[in-house]
């Protein structure tokens, strides 16, 4: 079970207050407040909430207290799984300057109105989007400059979103999304967008510069 003080001390090093703690947790903040106050005996979903909420922002709770990964693993899972991640998205972002979310494979005609609606949260708040959808897609809720569209051959409806420092790979089953937090993978997957975004060169040179002879 999570102590209090380590509650305390990752609010702390993630730069929260209690009212924050609350908001990205989902909990009151009555709720916030009685368990960081040690105080009766917490819900298990209640401490799973808060845990989430901090793993979110690559903080962790360890056996001998907290600590900041600059890599990272971690499931969003659960029923709003989806909206969830879409949260992350603008808190993670909302802050930055020149800041983008990057979606491939993505179709708003798919997500559910909660889903758009967060969408439309994340790019009312200044956040560009940009996003590779399928080829005849014209369900498009931005300006047709966000979109590019990609071959439908290669087209596969798992939504893969680049933003910030994290990489987020939504499972074949639709139940949860794998994070990767790790700067130098989400630059080499924001370089893959780009490339897709501005189309690979269709030819190649005449002969190779390699050691190797054909």
């Not at 609606?117 to 956040?127: E, H, L, S, V």
């Not at 959808?133 to 400059?145: D, F």
């Not at 639709?174 to 630059?187: C, E, Q, R």
Request: aromatic share 10%; charged share 30%; hydrophobic share 40%.
């Amino acid at each position: 079970m999570i102590e209090p003080r380590q509650i305390t001390a990752a609010r702390a090093l993630a730069g929260w207050s209690q009212t924050e703690l609350a908001e990205r947790s989902g909990l009151s903040n009555a709720a916030v407040q009685v368990i960081e106050a040690g105080k009766g005996s917490p819900k298990t979903e209640s401490i799973d909430l808060i845990r989430k909420a901090f793993e979110q922002e690559s903080v962790f709770f360890t056996d001998k207290g907290v600590e900041v990964r600059d890599t990272a693993i971690y499931t969003i899972s659960g029923e709003d799984w989806w909206l969830d991640v879409l949260d992350d998205v603008y808190y993670s972002l909302i802050d930055q300057k020149d800041a983008e979310l990057l979606l491939m494979f993505s179709d708003d005609r798919e997500s559910p109105k909660e889903v758009n609606d967060r969408i439309r949260k994340i790019r009312n708040a200044g956040i560009k989007i940009r996003q590779l959808v399928k080829e005849g897609n014209t369900y498009l809720m931005a300006p047709v400059s966000e979109y590019k569209w990609v071959p439908k051959e290669h087209f596969r409806n798992r939504v893969l979103l680049t933003y910030g420092n994290k990489v987020v790979l939504c499972a074949e089953d639709n139940t949860k999304a794998l994070v990767v937090k790790d700067k130098g993978i989400s630059d080499s997957f924001k370089n893959t967008f780009e490339m897709l975004w501005r189309g690979v060169v269709p030819f190649g040179p005449e002969r190779s510069t390699a050691d190797e002879r054909f």
